[in-house]
């Protein structure tokens, strides 16, 4: 078969042994990827068995998704939280263990395939923990790859591990691929809702509410990642993701606006020839190939139906309005640790934004300014890329006084 991943020789690809049944750890288990991930499980018991869960502070909800579930063990991160999830697990036999340390431990776990869905740079250590023993990473967490994309794909190829992409864009992608030979492959064309601020005025978005911009016209999805849909961050963090994942120059990376959501991303080939991936928008779906690649498994999911009316429409992105893109493009071009300093200032301003603590448009200049300051670094080490996400934080935050 054609190997999509240019991390991992087409052979091992191609050999991945999905008989019987499949151990996995969920790294953020109750958010929404997490979620998805464990309805995918329940509906298939026969096939999964669950190692580990994690997260970060919800100790009862975690304790009551390894019960069900019949994880062996369940981590929170927020070391106070410890007391309420081994009472919570009280008898049932599954471990209990809390701390960014026991997390990490939890990745070192046997499972086979790792969900790497912990939100924001927290998931970069444990997600290479579990990179470096081997285990087939199925990657949502899209920060990975943009604080360190170089060091972690580089990795991945020298111990042969194998990164299945989550993300319903990235996912596309690597499934549009099995199409046709990755060297023909021209550019890809990320897709994008435009979010729920797509048609709005500066003046509307200067004034937009927490709870406007939480209202995502087609994906429920985590407040973290549904703002930075609003303000199209996400999609700026996307195509930096892409260029590592799928071994990319950044003029080869293209945004289109796609109000439906129903085309999730595309391929052009070298002949002009364009291959898409369609569907409606459920985060289940590429959940699931990730978790049965390289085979499919039959679901009940909702079909598109062509036959209903409808109409699927293409727009340039408004980069003008949406300057948080502008400001991922020119870090996709000059690489070193920008990247990872754009992605620790957006944290910070996201988390500003939900607490009311400055405004919509606001996030885009703080994240600017913090660009500004930050020393460049052409190849950083992985501890400078640490080094430079710590130092990012800590400005940005100074600059609302967090």
Same mark, same amino acid.
């Given at each position: 078969?054609?190997?999509?991943? !240019?991390?991992?020789?087409?052979?091992?690809? @191609? $050999?991945?042994?999905? +008989?019987?049944?499949?151990? #996995?750890?969920?790294? =953020? %288990?109750?958010?929404?990827?997490?979620?998805s991930t464990l309805d995918l499980v329940r509906?298939?018991?026969?096939?999964?068995?669950?190692?580990?869960?994690?997260?970060?502070?919800?100790?009862?909800?975690?304790a009551k998704l390894a019960r069900d579930v019949?994880?062996?063990?369940?981590?929170?991160?927020?070391?106070?939280?410890?007391?309420?999830?081994?009472?919570?697990?009280?008898?049932?036999?599954?471990?209990?263990?809390?701390?960014?340390?026991?997390?990490?431990?939890?990745?070192?776990?046997?499972?086979?395939?790792?969900?790497?869905?912990?939100?924001?740079?927290?998931?970069?250590?444990? !997600?290479?923990?579990?990179?470096?023993?081997? @285990? $087939?990473?199925?990657? +949502?967490?899209?920060?990975? #790859?943009?604080?360190? =994309? %170089?060091?972690?794909?580089?990795?991945?190829?020298?111990?042969?591990?194998?990164?299945?992409?989550?993300?319903?864009?990235?996912?596309?992608?690597?499934?549009?691929?099995?199409?046709?030979?990755?060297?023909?492959?021209?550019?890809?064309?990320?897709?994008?809702?435009?979010?729920?601020?797509?048609?709005?005025?500066?003046?509307?978005?200067?004034?937009?509410?927490?709870?406007?911009?939480?209202?995502?016209?087609?994906?429920?999805?985590?407040?973290?990642?549904?703002?930075?849909?609003?303000?199209?961050?996400?999609?700026?963090?996307?195509?930096?993701?892409?260029?590592?994942?799928?071994?990319?120059?950044?003029?080869?990376?293209?945004?289109?606006?796609?109000?439906?959501?129903?085309?999730?991303?595309?391929?052009?080939?070298?002949?002009?020839?364009?291959?898409?991936?369609?569907?409606?928008?459920?985060?289940?779906?590429?959940?699931?190939?990730?978790?049965?690649?390289?085979?499919?498994?039959?679901?009940?999911?909702?079909?598109?139906?062509?036959?209903?009316?409808?109409?699927?429409?293409?727009?340039?992105?408004?980069?003008?309005?949406?300057?948080?893109?502008?400001?991922?493009?020119?870090?996709?071009?000059?690489?070193?640790?920008?990247?990872?300093?754009?992605?620790?200032?957006?944290?910070?301003?996201?988390?500003?934004?939900?607490?009311?603590?400055?405004?919509?448009?606001?996030?885009?200049?703080?994240?600017?300014?913090?660009?500004?300051?930050?020393?460049?670094?052409?190849?950083?080490?992985?501890?400078?890329?640490?080094?430079?996400?710590?130092?990012?934080?800590?400005?940005?935050?100074?600059?609302?006084?967090?």
């Amino acid at each position: 078969m054609v190997n999509p991943m !240019t991390a991992v020789p087409s052979a091992q690809v @191609a $050999t991945v042994s999905r +008989a019987g049944e499949l151990s #996995l750890t969920l790294l =953020g %288990a109750t958010g929404s990827i997490g979620s998805s991930t464990l309805d995918l499980v329940r509906k298939n018991r026969d096939r999964f068995r669950v190692e580990a869960v994690t997260a970060q502070r919800s100790a009862a909800a975690l304790a009551k998704l390894a019960r069900d579930v019949g994880a062996r063990l369940a981590v929170v991160g927020d070391e106070s939280c410890y007391g309420e999830l081994k009472d919570a697990l009280g008898n049932s036999g599954i471990e209990a263990a809390a701390g960014e340390e026991a997390i990490v431990d939890a990745a070192r776990r046997p499972a086979e395939w790792v969900m790497a869905a912990i939100t924001g740079a927290a998931g970069l250590r444990p !997600t290479m923990t579990a990179l470096e023993r081997g @285990a $087939t990473i199925a990657l +949502a967490n899209k920060e990975c #790859l943009v604080c360190a =994309g %170089a060091l972690f794909m580089r990795r991945a190829q020298e111990i042969g591990a194998i990164v299945l992409p989550v993300d319903s864009e990235h996912n596309a992608i690597f499934q549009a691929l099995s199409a046709g030979r990755r060297a023909d492959v021209s550019r890809i064309i990320l897709t994008a809702s435009g979010g729920p601020f797509r048609t709005a005025s500066l003046e509307q978005m200067r004034a937009a509410t927490v709870q406007q911009a939480l209202r995502h016209p087609n994906w429920s999805m985590g407040a973290k990642i549904t703002i930075d849909s609003a303000t199209l961050m996400n999609k700026g963090l996307e195509m930096i993701e892409a260029k590592w994942l799928f071994n990319l120059q950044p003029g080869q990376v293209q945004v289109v606006i796609h109000p439906q959501s129903i085309i999730h991303s595309m391929i052009q080939f070298e002949d002009g020839s364009i291959k898409a991936q369609m569907g409606l928008p459920d985060m289940k779906l590429p959940i699931q190939y990730a978790l049965a690649f390289p085979r499919r498994i039959a679901s009940s999911f909702p079909r598109y139906d062509f036959r209903k009316p409808g109409t699927l429409t293409f727009e340039e992105p408004d980069v003008k309005t949406f300057r948080n893109l502008t400001l991922a493009t020119e870090a996709l071009f000059k690489g070193g640790n920008l990247p990872c300093v754009l992605n620790a200032a957006n944290e910070i301003a996201v988390f500003a934004f939900l607490r009311n603590r400055i405004g919509f448009l606001d996030m885009t200049d703080l994240v600017e300014r913090t660009m500004q300051h930050v020393p460049f670094i052409e190849h950083p080490t992985l501890e400078e890329y640490f080094e430079s996400d710590g130092e990012a934080l800590n400005f940005a935050a100074s600059l609302i006084k967090l």
